[in-house]
């Protein structure tokens, strides 16, 4: 039996979990061992069908339903995940190769998003517009579009479908959930724990599969009204191509390239550790992660050496000893960090720490933390996404030139700014071209519902907050003339 006692190789389909009408099952594997944790099912195009159908059938009576009743069923969905923290935690943390403190956040996280939305159902609103006479009255509706397609990917799966699949249902629509193959152990739990709060059959339905069939069917499935796509900005492109065959919106998290930059005066005792966490939190397997380190010259040869130093003492093991680093998720992935640390030496970067020749745990895909000094701008390790713990480092001299480097990228995810001077701080945060700027801290410790916006090859998306919800509805616009009677 699977986490939360799902059967093994099932799919939840119309509030019932079945067995594939396709292909058999996939194995699941644990990183850290290489051995198979649990099989699910290889769902394809039949099973894509039949959750969609459900979808279908269950979205006039959900859209009907009370906002604060959606709300309540949101409410009592985040209760019984936070009844069965540990549970879950294990299950992501050995699905992913994360250690089990870093499968205990995401639970967290994906519990604070759901209770979110749970209060934010019933505060989803139109506006009144101005009219030239009195005569008239203009207003807007917010409306959900009917049934939604989510495909996630495995990198921090609990957290994603908790971002995708709880203003999508806070909204109004349906949900067909297709989790990455690799790591779908988490999704799936927390749709058991969705059907045990008492959501209706057919509201939020999960199809296991790979990427290739179950994921182009439901991303080209006629029967779908709205897209959320998470994961590589190649496969981006090839779902925007499905949806512009149906005509059907889509919102996009791809990937990304995020620079650090650390000036003079910045208090190198707060960005160091933040810094080398940015890059070895979940093994660098993060879309916004730190991957690019951009340090004023005058500071550069302290800043290199000490997150040298912090790299070096990043504890790797399994998910169960807990410690701070896990392995990468999958031997295709493992394979192509590997390629980009064996060709960065080769093209002139020097290797601080880490890379190909360093100490690892044996046994897994496990990459030491590797902090690469002397890369230049066109650089592959510089310009793509490496997806591990692999540290870029590059120097400047000025404001202008350390934007001009921040914005020499196509992605724009997240740009982190180290420094006393709010002024610049502030002017830079203005100039980057990037979704979400943090100042003095990585990412968005500290607000509540922050927007997960972005910019360029990154995507486009307002995830995260209130804008969430107005991600998953569509306007309708009422104009009335008021008739004399």
């Known amino acids: 039996m699977s986490p939360l006692g799902i059967p093994v190789a099932r799919q939840l389909i119309d509030g019932q979990w079945h067995s594939t009408r396709d292909k058999g099952g996939i194995d699941v594997l644990d990183p850290a061992t290489g051995q198979v944790v649990q099989q699910v099912a290889r769902g394809g195009e039949r099973d894509v069908d039949d959750a969609v159908a459900a979808a279908r059938r269950a979205f006039p009576g959900w859209a009907a339903t009370s906002p604060a009743e959606r709300g309540a069923l949101l409410g009592r969905w985040a209760a019984l995940i936070m009844e069965r923290i540990e549970e879950l935690a294990r299950c992501e943390a050995q699905d992913v190769g994360k250690p ?10 994906a519990h604070g998003i759901i209770e979110y939305f749970a209060g934010a159902a ?3 609103t139109g506006v009144t517009l101005p009219t030239r006479t009195p005569d008239y009255l203009g207003f807007t509706i917010p409306e959900p579009y009917g049934v939604c397609a989510v495909a996630i990917p495995w990198n921090v799966p609990m957290v994603l479908t908790a971002a995708n699949v709880a203003p999508a249902l806070a909204a109004g629509n349906t949900v067909v959930l297709k989790p990455s193959e690799i790591a779908p152990l988490a999704p799936m739990a927390l749709a058991e724990l969705a059907r045990e709060a008492g959501f209706p059959p057919g509201v939020l339905n999960v199809v ?3 990427g290739t069939e ?11 009204d709205h897209i959320s796509f998470v994961g590589s900005t190649a496969t981006g492109r090839a779902v925007m191509r499905a949806a512009a065959g149906n005509l059907v919106p889509v919102k996009l998290e791809l990937g990304g390239k995020s620079p650090n930059v650390v000036f003079a005066d910045a208090d190198l005792d707060v960005a160091i550790p933040a810094i080398v966490g940015s890059i070895t939190e979940n093994a660098g397997q993060n879309c916004y992660a730190g991957a690019r380190l951009l340090v004023e010259e005058s500071i550069r040869a302290e800043v290199v050496e000490r997150v040298a130093d912090g790299m070096r003492a990043v504890r ?12 990468i998720v999958s031997e295709a992935q493992y394979k192509r960090v590997l390629g980009f640390l064996e060709e960065a030496p080769g093209d002139g970067a020097r290797v601080v720490t880490g890379g190909l020749g360093a100490e690892v745990p044996p046994g897994g895909w496990f990459v030491a933390p590797t902090v690469l ?3 230049e701008p066109g650089m592959r390790v510089v310009r793509e996404e490496v997806f591990g713990p692999v540290l870029a480092v590059q120097g400047f001299t000025g404001t202008a030139q350390t934007v001009e480097m921040m914005n020499d990228t196509d ?50 998306s307002a995830g995260g907050g209130y804008a969430a919800l107005r991600e998953y509805t569509q306007e309708k616009a009422v104009a009335v003339r008021l008739l004399d009677r």
């Open 316 to 327: 790797m093991g399994t998910w169960d000893q807990d410690l701070d680093m896990g392995p």
């Open 214 to 224: 179950a994921g182009v069917a439901l991303t080209s499935h006629p029967g779908v």
């Open 100 to 109: 089990l403190s870093g499968g205990r956040t995401n639970v967290f996280i």
């Open 208 to 210: 296991t599969g790979l």
């Open 411 to 460: 992605f724009g995810l997240l740009a982190c700014v180290w420094t006393d001077d709010v002024s610049r701080a502030l002017r830079v945060a203005k100039l980057v071209r990037s979704g979400q700027v943090a100042v003095n801290q990585f990412h968005d410790a500290g607000v509540i519902g922050f927007p997960f916006n972005m910019q360029g090859d990154s995507g486009f």
């Open 373 to 375: 000094d002397r890369v």
């Open 122 to 124: 019933d505060k989803l």
